[in-house]
């Protein structure tokens, strides 16, 4: 049976049949996304692989000097010109931000910026968003493994938040941010911002954050309309949470095994029964780690310590695998 997608939910996604290479985190590591795409050309070319998986989190390196994140994401492009939808792309948090008109920093290192930058510049930021904007979140296969970018968060527990993640709308909640922009004090709402942003000013602010440097851009305001998505009831409170979970070093592994349980079984209902969910996300050392029993971290690249140590796997999405062992077995180097 060759490669079978199913967009069963808009962000949840079924293979059916193919063989998947999966790669997680790459951060704008140009070199390491080049040896994994031609590695998927070389499967592909010799029937050993038919759908190449990034689990998101392509864009920002820690390295501001060495980040090739626009690149990567007009390659996946590229890619995806030619393979269609055996090119599949997750969304990571850090993809996130740019979908709303947010920031996101760690520590020192804003790494927004320059990516908006390099959005504005290349003239390919409708193209770009709209990838952002079409990502699904979670992957299920009748193999019995899943796949999603961080992990499970304590939500998912929530009854409600399956089916809301599952058909998570990134233009409802971007276009009631517009409706309540609308009947808001625009001017009062610029002063609030400046305020909580140590009263820079707001045109310097939208040309920081998202390369907007004329009043007169329709962009313009939308850092205003990124602070309101975000303060959407469920902005926080869901997906937030789902696509940032920091796993059992955030819950404790008891807890973990819990809320990765009620994902799993969100994912098989009046499906396969999933058993295993692949994501990357977090740092492990040697490539891979199995937590709590049922989650595979697999790290390709900026996650792996040392990076070259960095694994992906391939699997075949019709062929029920049912220990997770057996799935570490296959993780394979395109650094060695
Ligand atoms: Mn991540």
Known sequence: MPYTLVESYPRLWS???????????????????????????????QGLADCLLFTGDLIHADDPDNDDSLEIVLDVIALRRAFGDAVI???????????????????????????????????????????????????????????????????????????KLFNWSHQEILA??????????????????????????????????????????????????????????????VLWPALFTRNEAEYGSGDYRIFLEALLQAL???????????????AVRKGHKIVAGQHLRLASGAHAHPREEGLYLVFDAARPIKDIHDLTRRASSVFK
């Open 15 to 45: 293979l059916e049949a193919g063989r998947i290479m999966v790669v997680t985190d790459l951060h704008g590591d140009w070199d390491a996304y080049s040896r994994y795409r031609d590695r998927f050309l070389f499967l592909q070319a």
């Open 89 to 163: 792309y997750l969304c990571g948090n850090h993809e996130l931000p740019h979908i709303y008109g947010i920031s996101l920093s760690r520590g020192e290192r804003v790494y927004t910026p320059a990516f908006e930058k390099s959005l504005t510049r290349s003239g390919l930021r409708a193209e770009v968003l709209a990838l952002f904007d079409s990502l699904p979140f979670y992957i299920r296969t009748r193999a019995g493994i899943s796949l999603t970018h961080a992990g499970a968060a304590s939500v998912i527990s929530v009854p409600s938040a399956p089916p």
């Open 176 to 237: 009631w941010a517009d409706r309540t922009l609308v009947g808001e004090d625009t001017e009062a709402l610029r002063r609030g911002f400046v305020e909580r942003n140590n009263q820079v000013p707001y045109h310097l602010l939208a040309n920081y954050y998202l390369a907007v440097s004329d009043p007169a851009d329709p962009r313009y305001n939308d850092l205003l309309r990124g602070f309101i998505a975000s303060n959407h009831p469920d902005f926080f409170r």
């Open 268 to 282: 098989s209902a009046d499906y396969t029964p999933q058993h295993t969910l692949i994501a990357g996300h977090m």
